[in-house]
């Protein structure tokens, strides 16, 4: 989900009740399409925590199709880690449990 703005309708990321620019509430709420291209990535050799066990896994930053970016993990379309990663390629949002903790957004490349 996110937010837009009663005023104009920007995207507002991280989602919150109101507006920081204009310091409205009563956002509107829109689903997100859940689709994006990827615009920055890196290879994580050594995670940390419930990651260590997936590592290596690309961390990377997507461009939602709504605009903002979000920090998350890349798949193969697969649902193995990433290996071929380009920037501007397409993917697509899934969410996964990673340990026993709650389900973590990420993205699976588009075949």
């Not at 697969?78 to 920037?87: F, H, K, L, N, Q």
Request: hydrophobic fraction near 35%.
């Amino acid at each position: 989900m996110l937010s837009k703005c009663p005023e104009d309708g920007a995207v507002i990321w991280p989602p919150r009740p109101f507006c920081p620019r204009h310091m409205t509430g009563e956002v509107r709420w829109q689903e997100a399409s859940g689709r994006g291209v990827v615009h920055s990535y890196t290879t994580v050799h050594r995670g940390e925590g419930a990651f260590a066990k997936t590592s290596p896994y690309v961390l990377a930053y997507v461009e939602l199709d709504e605009g903002p970016r979000v920090l998350t993990n890349l798949l193969n379309a697969d649902g193995g880690s990433a290996t071929d990663v380009e920037i501007g390629q397409r993917v697509t949002a899934e969410f996964d449990t990673v340990g026993e903790g709650a389900p973590v957004l990420r993205f699976k490349s588009d075949p």
